[in-house]
């Protein structure tokens, strides 16, 4: 239903969540979802490393529960971490509910960052939390989890539709790291070839200048 850049009637349901950055700026904004695990995401740090790359990881607080080590990897190493949710917990969820497990994860990750599973909530949802949160969307998803890319495709997604201020969504996770593994070096490098600053998102900066 989504592929690769938002729709405007997606973007119209959260009015005040962050699409993409500053269109005047050469910067892009990494983000990682689903993490952390240790099947993908060391790889990834080292892989951010080599490129002098940061990043922000928006992840499932059962995971973080489960590898804190590798949460506080990626903290050590200069990222920033975003709440994804306690379990990933779906949309359709009651909103109770849905409210409820975020405030879970965040006891773990403690940022006011926030990232709906899916990039989807129902209204409910984004009200109760907007108050609390800085919803952090995308402009571009690079559909490295899709079972029907392969890793050039991946990479085709990052090079056609990278603009200025694009956040750009990858996954540190069990089935989009075989992709990554090609896909994540080839992308840094050609953003890197194209003249792009990498920035990490900071709780505390100034949020004026996005685009919704």
Sequence with gaps: MIIEQP???????????????????????????????????????????????????????????????????????????????????????RSSRYVLNVLKADELINSRLFRPPHGFMRNAEYILLRHKFTIIMWDLVTRDYSTRLNADEVFENVRKYTRNGSIITFHDSLKSIDKLKTA??????WLKSQGY????FDENMSWSRHLK
């Design 197 to 200: 600053e990498f920035k990490a």
């Design 7 to 93: 729709t405007k009637w997606l973007r119209w349901l959260y009015p005040s969540a962050i699409w993409r950055m500053d269109p005047n700026e050469k910067a892009v904004y990494l983000t990682f979802d689903d993490g952390p695990i240790p099947e993908a995401t060391p790889w990834i740090l080292d892989t951010l490393d080599e490129y002098n790359a940061k990043a922000t990881f928006f992840m499932v607080g059962d995971n973080v529960r489960k590898y804190p080590e590798l949460f506080e990897e990626i903290k050590r190493r200069g990222h920033s971490v975003g709440n994804h949710t306690y379990n990933h917990i779906k949309w359709l969820t």
């Design 184 to 189: 994540l070096p080839m992308s840094l490098e």
